[in-house]
């Protein structure tokens, strides 16, 4: 984790009313930003996917050759499936 505190987190020890309501509102405008952003969380996800496949395959290079195999027959079969139900 790092040394600066989460956007989303309110800072403690503010007395006064109206700078606790502006640090709340910055707070969850920045929780729903950080949650309605889908393009950088399927980025996020799709870099962690990466990273963890390359782990996999620096390590155990027959599993992932097994991997790809075992994906590419699911996904040729699932186009074949689909145009065959699209041909019918």
Excluded: C, F, H
């Excluded at 910055?26 to 729903?32: G, N, P, R, T, Y």
């Amino acid at each position: 984790m790092s040394s600066e505190s989460s956007p989303t987190v309110v800072p403690s020890g503010i007395s006064d009313p109206v700078q606790l309501a502006r640090a709340e509102l910055k707070a969850a405008l920045a929780a729903i930003e950080i949650k309605a952003n889908y393009p950088k969380r399927i980025s996020n996800a799709t870099d962690r996917a990466v990273r963890k496949a390359r782990a996999v395959a620096a390590s155990r290079p027959v599993a992932a050759l097994a991997g790809i195999v075992v994906g590419s027959a699911a996904a040729g079969s699932a186009v074949w499936a689909l145009a065959r139900a699209i041909s019918r």
